[in-house]
């Protein structure tokens, strides 16, 4: 098995297979190939490293939403940085 998601599993409270299923691990071990505990623990909850996300999918796929079933804002239709457009003419 991977030690890496083995501890993340153990740090955040989620299966091995609910990490797996965000498609981050491979970008999140690389990140935190020195990491504390705390700094994968934070990573995992919110899709977050040193102030960057490191990935578009990082911000929906934080534990964060998972934990309290919901959506993260934004990342469902229409969309993840759709806030940063303007709403069309008829929008209200």
């Known amino acids: ?15 091995v297979e609910e990490l797996r299923s965000t498609g981050l691990v491979e970008t999140y ?12 623990i934070q ?8 102030g960057v996300i490191p990935d578009e999918r990082a911000y929906a796929e934080g534990l964060a939403w998972k934990a309290v079933g919901v959506a993260a804002p934004g990342t469902l239709a229409p969309g993840f940085g759709s806030w940063e457009q303007r709403p069309r003419s008829g929008a209200r």
Do not use: H
């Open 1 to 15: 098995m991977d030690a890496f998601v083995e501890l993340s599993a153990e740090l955040t409270g989620f299966s």
């Open 43 to 50: 990573l995992w909850y919110t899709g977050e490293w040193r």
């Open 29 to 40: 071990r690389a990140l935190a190939q020195d990491a504390s505990e705390a700094e994968i």
